[in-house]
């Protein structure tokens, strides 16, 4: 059924008053169910899941990905398993729509985890408690909240911004519920099937899982005398190199650098594919070039000139060259240099997001005599709660900061302006084109307030996080809050069900960053060594933590070659985001993931390459609309891309639970 909505002109010359008494008339349910306890439990468990899938893929690729559209699914299917029992009967649209808005506002949650937080902890070496990563976490994400629904009626209710992403839940949602039912569960059954698939996989190139049945539950430790269990290698290349030890000469190097060391390597990850096809050829193509030129050019010459080097660390450990070690010795900073001019260069060239934003701050238009002020007042979130939440939970924020980081409260308080201010413009950026510049808005912040203190780490990491998850939590929501408006959902129960998304994310991922991202070990201690690992690049809090460094140490530290690699990278930047937008956005290399490839394993962006490029190609081969082919992988492409990234994220995130309970 298609969806009612204003015309143009109407949006245009009709008062906010008249839009909203259309509005309660012509597309609110009232009388419909939205928040109950199965939408809001459901959603909290299915929250906690992909969030914790969403933190795994953040780990390898820094990257968020959006959780809107698989919640949709899922649900959908879920409760169409169970609609002939008490429990699934009469789920109804509203239900599946704050069901996904809960999922979304969770997934979300690990923003700070895979950036600003986790880069704090590598620039000071302190790990943060996880009562005190959830409590500042909760705080500046229901700031968020508070701050956006002002914006709501500005930018949805008046101006009718559409908010691609969420417009497209809307469409889903309403396909599902009130048009074709069995396409959705054929998106639903290419979900399920794929998970499942990509699970089977990875569950045999386990070692944790493959212990658990073969030598607790099968026992062939004891029958057969195995001493390892066998698992399928996850990176494919293992077997070469079995072959050929014993022949040196048959190990590939480069300038005399065995290419293990720069880790070009070849692995089995699904969720690398499913990503690279969520992502597209354009990105992927950017990052693969960029891990190229990295490690297959510049860092066998930097290792041959001797700036990259093995050393002995404080603890007497000599560290031998490795991927790792190419980042943070060199690389780092010419990715940081391309990733930080790339997106401001986009940013800033984009001046109505600004004008928008100072479009917000202006007062409103009188109420035309004999209209309603305010038609919504019994539906809408109260705006007393906006006016009085925003300034309590912003001194909250500031407080916590500053008990749990040190931050001075000079510089918290001077950071809220700042803060509101760039979370309007992502919030107007994300209405228009579901693009979030949450990095390069940060980084605003990062750089502000770190001209004003540079000897405290946390002076710069810690406001610029709360500008990310501030303008993170309000541009999803509103994001969120789309559909809903679309399907006639009330405003108020959304709002409750994006806190209950921020409280299910929070509590599942932060326990899942400890057991990932910082094992404890034989003797029960935790080190940020293992912060960054081959398995979890971090590349996004490798970025911020370059930005930290420089604005600590300045450049003076560097190697000369580093820092004409920034000169050169930054150059490289500014003229590949003028030639995109000269080309309107057909230039084909992407500045900023170029530079994320920078600091992503190599064997991460070709596996991304790959799964990219099938996807680009099955489109290409343009079979017809309404078949089976397009509707499996052009239609069905996002699906199947979470049901690659499920697959490997939960069994991955599994694999590390035995290992961690298994002695």
């Not at 069901?99 to 620039?123: C, F, K, R, W």
Request: with cysteine; net charge positive; aromatic share 10%.
């Amino acid at each position: 059924m298609a969806l009612k909505s204003m015309s143009e002109e109407e949006v245009r010359s009709w008062s906010r008053a008249r839009k909203d008494r259309w509005w309660r008339d012509n597309i609110y349910r009232g009388d419909m169910a939205q928040l109950t306890l199965r939408s809001a439990a459901t959603g909290f468990i299915l929250g906690g899941l992909l969030s914790a899938t969403a933190l795994y893929i953040g780990g390898k690729t820094g990257i968020s990905i959006g959780v809107g559209l698989t919640s949709v699914l899922m649900t959908f299917a879920l409760f169409r398993l169970l609609e002939k029992t008490p429990l699934g009967r009469n789920f109804t649209l509203l239900e599946n729509n704050c069901t996904q808005s809960i999922a979304t506002a969770a997934g979300y949650m690990i923003t700070p985890l895979i950036s600003s937080m986790a880069a704090y902890m590598l620039v000071t070496g302190k790990i943060v408690p996880w009562w005190q990563m959830i409590v500042w976490n909760v705080v500046i994400s229901i700031l968020g909240v508070l701050v956006a629904f002002p914006m709501k009626r500005r930018f949805i209710n008046d101006e009718q911004l559409p908010f691609p992403e969420g417009r497209a839940c809307g469409v889903v949602i309403d396909a599902l519920y009130t048009g074709n039912a069995a396409r959705g569960m054929f998106k639903a059954r290419l979900l399920a099937i794929t998970t499942a698939i990509t699970g089977f996989v990875h569950f045999i190139a386990s070692d944790g899982w493959m212990k658990l049945i073969q030598f607790k539950i099968l026992r062939l430790d004891r029958v057969l005398g195995l001493k390892e269990p066998w698992h399928l290698m996850e990176r494919l290349d293992t077997y070469y190199y079995q072959f050929a030890a014993q022949s040196p000469g048959w190990i590939p190097r480069i300038l005399g650098t065995d290419i293990r060391q720069l880790g070009l390597r070849l692995t089995l990850d699904g969720a690398m594919l499913g990503v690279g096809g969520l992502m597209g050829i354009r990105v992927a193509t950017s990052c693969l070039l960029g891990a190229i030129i990295n490690f297959a050019v510049l860092a066998p010459i930097m290792i041959q000139r001797g700036d990259i080097k093995s050393y002995t660390n404080a603890a007497g450990t000599v560290v031998q060259i490795s991927r790792p070690e190419i980042v943070n010795q060199w690389s780092l900073w010419w990715g940081v240099a391309m990733m930080v001019v790339g997106s401001l260069v986009s940013l800033f060239a984009k001046p109505d997001l600004f004008k928008a934003a100072v479009a917000v701050f202006r007062p409103k238009p009188k109420v035309p005599a004999g209209e309603e002020a305010d038609v919504l007042k019994d539906i809408e979130l109260p705006l007393w709660m906006s006016y009085v939440g925003v300034p309590l939970f912003g001194f909250l924020g500031v407080w916590v900061s500053h008990a749990f980081f040190g931050v001075p409260w000079l510089l918290g308080f001077l950071s809220l302006p700042l803060i509101v201010v760039l979370t309007v413009i992502c919030t107007n950026s994300m209405a228009l084109t579901s693009w979030t510049p949450t990095g390069s808005l940060a980084k605003i912040t990062q750089f502000t307030m770190g001209a004003i203190d540079r000897s405290n780490p946390a002076s710069n990491l810690i406001p610029a996080g709360m500008t990310a998850e501030v303008a993170s939590n309000a541009a999803n929501l509103l994001s969120d809050i789309k559909p809903g408006y679309m399907l006639g959902a009330k405003p108020r129960q959304q709002a409750i069900g994006h806190v209950i998304g921020i409280i299910a994310g929070a509590v599942a991922a932060t326990p899942l960053f400890f057991l990932l991202f910082l094992p404890a070990n034989k003797a029960g201690v935790r080190s940020t060594e293992t912060l960054v690992t081959d398995q979890f690049a971090m590349p996004a809090a490798l970025q911020w933590k370059g930005v930290a460094d420089l604005i600590a140490r300045g450049v003076s530290n560097l190697a000369p070659s580093a820092i004409l690699s920034m000169v050169v990278a930054a150059l490289a930047a500014l003229v590949f985001e003028i030639l995109r937008i000269r080309t309107k956005g057909r230039f084909p290399i992407s500045s900023v993931s170029m530079g994320l490839g920078v600091v992503l394993p190599p064997e991460a962006t070709f596996t991304m390459w790959v799964g990219a490029f099938f996807f680009w190609w099955k489109e290409r081969q343009k079979p017809a609309v309404g078949s089976r082919a397009h509707e499996t992988w052009v239609e069905g492409c996002e699906p199947i891309c979470a049901g690659l990234i499920s697959g490997a994220a939960l069994i991955g995130i599994g694999n590390a639970l035995v290992n961690v309970l298994l002695p």
